[in-house]
């Protein structure tokens, strides 16, 4: 391993252990807590395991099985905070991942300087020593895209499975990946992708059906059904919260059960990069090149994803924070520009989170019109940046081919 990232790697250890020991100690001495509430839910799923009871016993868990048992090692040796060091432990692996994903004809420092987008991300750091599980996910799908590097199909199509039944979003990489497979392959694209897809869909039904058998239709419920009629209008940045706040005291049908149904199209549409990308049949001709535009599609349909959703908070922003190195690698956005995204990306959520503050800690009751506002605020910033985005990447594939016709017109 490369000493630059070796003591890259030490670094990003020692910012998480220096965290991870402070987060126990604002827990201990403020009111304000430092670890995430999630955290405790997982935790006392874990304990309702661990006395060989269901997850579910305890409310609100609407997670897999999978992460509870994780937090069985918490009351084995009575340590709270022991799982965190799990997290964090993915946190790492996964900034590992990308490093080795980033082409190599990059030097060292290149890519090490991109991975720190992710492993001294102050986001990315907090959520993951928080005691949030993103980061298992955050993982899962890295090594998906690794595997498909690799051509190691079938192990890929077993962590994509996985991944979708850690949590479910991930399954709106399958049209991407599909389209990643018809174009990079020269030989048996048909009978790839089809083996991945059957793969991928036999792991989602065996990992149901072992947890349907020790769960129960509870099971099915919490983790999937409980998605559709949701209505989580604390906490949430969703241009759909104020409707969710009203619905939340219907007792007849409700409007925000349809909120997913726009965001079902831009993803399709997005994820459907072939369509939109100018020039695409030849700039995917090298197989490098096409891993690079995968990923970032990936990232600006997960972007579309997150704000498009009917829930959003702060930990969904990593989902696609994940693939933002390799977007930064070879965006063709000015300094000045990816500055202004930047500085609009977090005032729209300090727009809100001055308004939440006031709900949450002050009690007062401000849903409309101050968290409105914050809500239509954070909605309107996000969809400028993802239109920066994607007309980034439309231009920059157009530009290349401009540069290739030049070249041509010379050698002739």
Not at 56 to 66: F, K, V
Not at 382 to 393: A, E, K, P, R
Request: glycine share 4%; aromatic share 18%.
């Amino acid at each position: 391993m490369d000493r630059k990232f070796t003591f890259l790697l030490i670094l990003s250890c020692v910012i998480r252990i220096a965290f991870f020991i402070y987060g126990i100690y604002q827990d201990n001495h403020f009111k304000v807590k430092y670890t995430d509430i999630d955290y405790h839910v997982f935790n006392d799923a874990g304990h309702y395991v661990y006395l060989g009871l269901s997850p579910y016993e305890r409310q609100t868990y609407r997670y897999t099985p999978l992460l509870s048992w994780l937090f069985i090692i918490n009351h084995y040796f009575n340590y709270l905070h022991l799982t965190k060091l799990i997290f964090i432990l993915f946190d790492i692996l996964t900034g590992i991942v990308i490093y080795y994903l980033l082409p190599s004809k990059n030097s060292s420092l290149q890519r090490c300087k991109i991975t720190s987008l992710w492993l001294l991300n102050p986001m990315v750091i907090t959520i993951s020593t928080r005691g949030n599980a993103e980061t298992i996910l955050c993982f899962l799908v890295m090594l998906t895209i690794l595997t498909l590097k690799k051509k190691w199909f079938s192990l890929s199509s077993l962590l994509f499975g996985l991944s979708i039944h850690f949590k479910i979003y991930p399954i709106i990489y399958a049209l991407p990946i599909t389209i990643y497979l018809f174009y990079s392959l020269k030989e048996n694209k048909y009978v790839v992708i089809f083996n991945y897809g059957l793969l991928t869909l036999v792991t989602i039904i065996i990992l149901n059906i072992i947890m349907f058998k020790m769960y129960g239709f509870e099971f099915l419920d919490q983790t999937y059904f409980y998605h559709v009629y949701r209505f989580d209008h604390r906490h949430n940045f969703s241009i759909w919260n104020q409707l969710l706040y009203m619905d939340s005291a219907m007792t007849t049908s409700s409007l925000s059960k349809n909120a997913f149904i726009p965001q079902l199209l831009i993803v399709i549409l997005v994820g459907a990069y072939n369509l939109w990308i100018p020039d695409f049949q030849n700039l995917i001709k090298k197989r490098s090149r096409h891993l690079r535009i995968l990923c970032n599609i990936l990232f600006i349909q997960t972007f579309a994803f997150v704000t498009f959703n009917k829930v959003c908070t702060s930990q969904y922003f990593i989902w696609y924070l994940i693939f933002l190195p390799f977007y930064i690698e070879i965006t063709h956005l000015s300094t000045l520009r990816l500055i202004s995204m930047l500085v609009v990306w977090i005032a729209s959520q300090a727009v809100w989170l001055n308004e939440g503050y006031k709900l949450e800690f002050l009690g007062m009751n401000n849903f409309y019109p101050g968290l409105f506002v914050g809500n239509i605020v954070f909605f309107l910033g996000n969809t400028w940046i993802m239109g920066q985005f994607i007309t980034d990447l439309r231009s920059r594939h157009f530009i290349a081919r401009i540069h290739k016709s030049n070249h041509k017109k010379v050698a002739n």
